[in-house]
């Protein structure tokens, strides 16, 4: 008994090795895919846009191999939980209700104006209008804090054509993001003042996981230390430099 309770030991011990030999081989970054120009799928069908290239370069500062694996912005966080993935880097705001869950990191973007986008032409009450914002979003908990009536899509390509189709007045969203949609249709335009919501975006990490987020906040600071992380935001154009 003493010898099977021993080998039995050895063998847990082993394994466990093994999990974190494998755990601190490859890191797995989770992300959305869909919310260009923060992450976005290529052409190719690969992670791409601000976060892939600011989540390369945190992995080689912290000598770190990482691998990027998408998921639904809706399960973002319980399957990082669950540990399908090490990290988010998703364009999540950094919020208090988030911090009951989640540790992040310092924020590696100031916080991006959220801006209305309507039909062009009218002009919008927001406490008073139909908004549309993906569900899950800093933007989806202020329309219904002001108490206007809100319609919440898994998707954020599903929100503009809500506003397209008539069933909304406008989208609540990150201006870096609307802003193509501005710009590249006649029929789109801002329909109401910009606004500021959460803390700036950062880095999602298991609370279990302090060492791992610690070697990703000190490679964010080098970044801003040395200009780089800043070269990145005005390369896509995500909003105020540090």
């Given at each position: 008994?003493?010898?099977?309770?021993?080998?039995?030991?050895?063998?847990?011990?082993?394994?466990?090795?093994?999990?974190?030999?494998?755990?601190?081989?490859?890191?797995?970054?989770?992300?959305?895919?869909?919310?260009?120009?923060?992450?976005?799928?290529?052409?190719?069908?690969?992670?791409?846009?601000?976060?892939?290239?600011?989540?390369?370069?945190?992995?080689?500062?912290?000598?770190?191999?990482?691998?990027?694996?998408?998921?639904?912005?809706?399960?973002?966080?319980?399957?990082?939980?669950?540990?399908?993935?090490?990290?988010?880097?998703?364009?999540?705001?950094?919020?208090?209700?988030?911090?009951?869950?989640?540790?992040?990191?310092?924020?590696?973007?100031?916080?991006?104006?959220?801006?209305?986008?309507?039909?062009?032409?009218?002009?919008?009450?927001?406490?008073?209008?139909?908004?549309?914002?993906?569900?899950?979003?800093?933007?989806?908990?202020?329309?219904?804090?002001?108490?206007?009536?809100?319609?919440?899509?898994?998707?954020?390509?599903?929100?503009?054509?809500?506003?397209?189709?008539?069933?909304?007045?406008?989208?609540?969203?990150?201006?870096?993001?609307?802003?193509?949609?501005?710009?590249?249709?006649?029929?789109?335009?801002?329909?109401?003042?910009?606004?500021?919501?959460?803390?700036g975006i950062g880095m999602g990490f298991r609370e279990?996981?302090?060492?791992?987020?610690?070697?990703?906040?000190?490679?964010?600071?080098?970044?801003?230390?040395?200009?780089?992380?800043?070269?990145?935001?005005?390369?896509?154009?995500?909003?105020?430099?540090?």
């Amino acid at each position: 008994m003493k010898l099977f309770l021993t080998g039995t030991a050895v063998l847990a011990l082993t394994a466990s090795l093994a999990m974190a030999a494998s755990h601190s081989e490859t890191v797995r970054l989770g992300t959305e895919g869909a919310y260009p120009p923060f992450n976005f799928l290529n052409d190719a069908g690969e992670v791409d846009g601000f976060e892939r290239e600011v989540g390369d370069e945190l992995c080689a500062r912290a000598e770190l191999t990482c691998e990027w694996v998408t998921n639904e912005w809706d399960s973002i966080i319980p399957n990082l939980v669950s540990g399908n993935y090490d990290a988010i880097i998703a364009g999540m705001s950094i919020t208090d209700e988030r911090e009951e869950v989640i540790d992040f990191t310092q924020n590696y973007t100031q916080p991006d104006p959220s801006s209305y986008l309507g039909m062009a032409g009218t002009e919008i009450d927001p406490a008073g209008a139909v908004i549309a914002a993906q569900a899950g979003t800093i933007q989806a908990a202020h329309i219904a804090e002001i108490g206007a009536t809100l319609l919440e899509f898994a998707n954020p390509e599903e929100t503009i054509g809500a506003v397209r189709d008539g069933e909304a007045d406008a989208v609540l969203a990150d201006k870096s993001f609307l802003t193509p949609y501005a710009e590249e249709s006649a029929e789109l335009d801002f329909v109401a003042e910009d606004i500021l919501l959460g803390g700036g975006i950062g880095m999602g990490f298991r609370e279990s996981d302090a060492e791992l987020r610690a070697k990703f906040d000190a490679a964010i600071q080098s970044m801003k230390e040395d200009g780089s992380l800043n070269a990145l935001i005005e390369k896509w154009d995500v909003g105020e430099t540090f």
